[in-house]
Structure formats: C-alpha cells, structure tokens
C-alpha cells in the first residue's frame, strides 16, 4: 500500500513483558516520528528520526523504551518490562524531509498492558 | 513544555452552522501549521495547512486562520456535518518535529 503501516493493530501483553511495535513509512519518506495517545490525552511525542541523523529521543518516557529505523525505512519501537501506564495506541508517522510538508499517519498499535 | 495548546478540550455546534477550532503555540520559530482529524480507532488524518507567510487558508467548506503576531490559529468549518464529528488536533514545525496539541473533539449535532 501507499500509506504508513504498523503491525500489530492490536497488543495485549501481560505487564512485565517485552512488546516489539512495527512501522513500514511511506517509500521515500525520509522522516519518521513515533507518537502515543494515552486515554484521553493528546498526542505525546516519543522519538523522531531523519535520514541518517542520529535520532531525537528526547520524548521518550523512559530507558525501557527504545527504537530503531534499519535501513532508514522500517522502524521497530520497542518496550521492554511493559508497565500498565503504557497502555496508548502508539502512531507512527512520516514526512517529506524538504520544505513545508504534512505527516502521514498510520492508524496505529493499541497497546494493552494487563 | 507544550508548544502548542488547545485549551478547548470539546466544542458542539449544530449541523449547518460554524464550528471554530482553536489552537496557540508559543515557538516563534514555527514556520508551518496543520490542522488534522482523527476518528476513533483510525489514525489522524491530514486536514489542512498553512505557511506563516499566509494568513489565510482555505478548502472547500475548511478555512484556517493564522495570526503570527497573536501566535493563535483557528480552523473554520462551515457548515458543520454530522459527519465532522471527530477529534482535531493543531500541528506546527519548524522543518524539524511536530509538536501537536491535545486535541479538541467536535460534535455537530443533527
């Protein structure tokens, strides 16, 4: 397809245990952004990476979160000892490096951490 | 810090009338702003946008308004459908990140 793809749409994982979130951006996109909503928040920034520039990490809530972009295509977000305020859809989007230029959005990992 | 705010957290108006959306930033160095809509379980969706050399942007029945001076912007809808109905949340860049507010859910009842 022609849009941003993440897998699985769906996560239900016991607390404690390690999830692995997949996001294929749109071919030629050398941007890629990670988000998560929270119930009833907004979205909340993780991590953005561009081209082969080392990545924004700044957002990430924790060091059991973490992320990587092989290729500079697919990115892999990864949460390791899963805690129940974990729990968000987790969206991932990606750009157009150059010039004025909107993210596409996937339509997310719900993440359920019980 | 929240860059971007929209401190409207819901808003309900009739079908046909207006619906105003609207968002404040406090980074002047945004040079880009974006307007998308998210329908429950789906991912935000692209609405419309606008460079900071525009005051005004427009789309079918969507307007977007941007005042620099005031760092505010606003999205018009009119007439407002049934089917508007949806979460929409303000974007801005700097060519970099996006840094999105928390949203606003619109209603527009029949």
């Known amino acids: 397809g022609a849009g941003v793809s993440q897998s699985p749409s769906n996560k239900v994982t016991e607390k404690g245990k390690d999830v692995e979130l997949r996001c294929d951006p749109i071919?030629?996109?050398?941007?890629l952004y990670w988000y998560r909503q929270s119930l009833g928040q907004g979205l909340e920034f993780l991590i953005y990476?561009?081209?082969?520039?080392?990545?924004?990490k700044s957002g990430l809530p924790s060091d059991r979160f973490s992320a990587e972009r092989t290729g500079g295509s697919v990115s892999t977000l990864t949460i390791q000892r899963t805690q129940q305020e974990d729990s968000a859809v987790y969206l991932c989007?990606?750009?157009?490096?150059?010039?004025?230029?909107?993210?596409?959005f996937g339509q997310g990992t719900r993440l359920t951490v019980v | 810090d929240q860059q971007v705010k929209q401190n409207s957290p819901s808003l309900s108006v009739q079908e046909g009338r207006i619906s105003i959306l609207n968002c404040d930033y406090t980074?002047?160095?945004?040079?880009?702003f974006l307007w998308y809509k998210k329908y429950p379980a789906e991912g935000p969706t692209f609405l419309i946008s606008?460079?900071?050399?525009?005051d005004k942007n427009e789309d079918g029945r969507f307007t977007v308004f941007l005042n620099k001076s005031a760092k505010h912007l606003s999205l018009h809808i009119v007439p407002s459908q049934p089917g508007d109905s949806a979460v929409y949340f303000c974007?801005?860049?700097?060519?970099?990140?996006?840094?999105f507010g928390t949203g606003t859910s619109l209603t527009v009842i029949p």
């Open positions: 980074n002047s160095m945004f040079d880009y």
């Open positions: 974007a801005a860049t700097s060519g970099n990140q996006f840094y």
């Open positions: 990476f561009q081209g082969n520039s080392a990545p924004d």
């Open positions: 606008i460079s900071s050399i525009k």
């Open positions: 071919s030629g996109h050398t941007a």
């Open positions: 989007a990606s750009s157009l490096v150059r010039g004025p230029t909107e993210a596409f």
